[in-house]
């Protein structure tokens, strides 16, 4: 069944290559479809994971009670309305309360939504409601900066805009101090 729908998607993709040069068979081409099909199953490997999984093995916080951000976590994702690549870092920080997770399971989770058919501003969401949801923190934010190829290489062609999206919860949405601590953690940085 899997072999079949691998099969139509690949043919899907002759057919665009169709539609772009005719009947061209030139070499290149020839293994292009399956190229393209591989690919995909890396780009879109979040559709295979789940968030309770991925930050399922959590310990004991000890009374740790402050920030955890992991920040600069580097993503590609991809567009969801022109299939064209987006890439930027997230900042991903929550406060315990009681459990804590290892560090490299933020960073999965970024991962998990970004190789995903994807807008910027659903991934920063995804992102929060996860560790809030699996992790029950006191605050829990996400910061996600990146550029977009659908406006460097078509449309408006602006090479350099940077879009930013940011999604707070807990602590981090009603108190001001906290949200400015995590904002001078983050820092400003060069894309
Ligand atoms: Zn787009």
């Given at each position: 069944m899997i072999e079949i729908r691998r099969q139509e998607a690949e043919e899907a993709v002759r057919k665009l290559l169709q539609y772009l040069e005719g009947d061209s068979d030139r070499e290149g081409l020839q293994k292009t479809p399956k190229r393209v099909i591989d690919s995909f199953d890396e780009i879109f490997?979040?559709?295979?994971?789940?968030s309770a999984e991925v930050l399922s093995s959590t310990f004991n916080?000890?009374?740790?009670g402050g920030i955890v951000l992991l920040k600069d976590i580097e993503f590609h994702s991809t567009c969801e309305h022109h299939l064209q690549p987006f890439r930027g870092r997230a900042h991903v920080a929550y406060i315990p309360t009681d459990r804590i997770v290892g560090i490299s399971k933020l960073a999965r989770i970024v991962e998990l939504h970004a190789r995903?058919?994807?807008?910027q501003e659903r991934i920063t969401k995804s992102v929060v409601d996860d560790i809030v949801d699996n992790l029950n923190p006191l605050g829990a934010g996400v910061i996600i900066e990146a550029r977009h190829g659908c406006m460097q290489c078509r449309g408006?062609?602006?090479?350099?805009a940077v879009m930013t999206t940011s999604a707070m919860r807990g602590v981090f949405f009603d108190k001001a101090e906290a949200r400015s601590e995590l904002m001078q953690l983050i820092g400003s940085r060069e894309l």
């Amino acid at each position: 069944m899997i072999e079949i729908r691998r099969q139509e998607a690949e043919e899907a993709v002759r057919k665009l290559l169709q539609y772009l040069e005719g009947d061209s068979d030139r070499e290149g081409l020839q293994k292009t479809p399956k190229r393209v099909i591989d690919s995909f199953d890396e780009i879109f490997a979040g559709y295979n994971q789940e968030s309770a999984e991925v930050l399922s093995s959590t310990f004991n916080a000890e009374g740790y009670g402050g920030i955890v951000l992991l920040k600069d976590i580097e993503f590609h994702s991809t567009c969801e309305h022109h299939l064209q690549p987006f890439r930027g870092r997230a900042h991903v920080a929550y406060i315990p309360t009681d459990r804590i997770v290892g560090i490299s399971k933020l960073a999965r989770i970024v991962e998990l939504h970004a190789r995903r058919l994807q807008n910027q501003e659903r991934i920063t969401k995804s992102v929060v409601d996860d560790i809030v949801d699996n992790l029950n923190p006191l605050g829990a934010g996400v910061i996600i900066e990146a550029r977009h190829g659908c406006m460097q290489c078509r449309g408006i062609s602006k090479q350099n805009a940077v879009m930013t999206t940011s999604a707070m919860r807990g602590v981090f949405f009603d108190k001001a101090e906290a949200r400015s601590e995590l904002m001078q953690l983050i820092g400003s940085r060069e894309l």
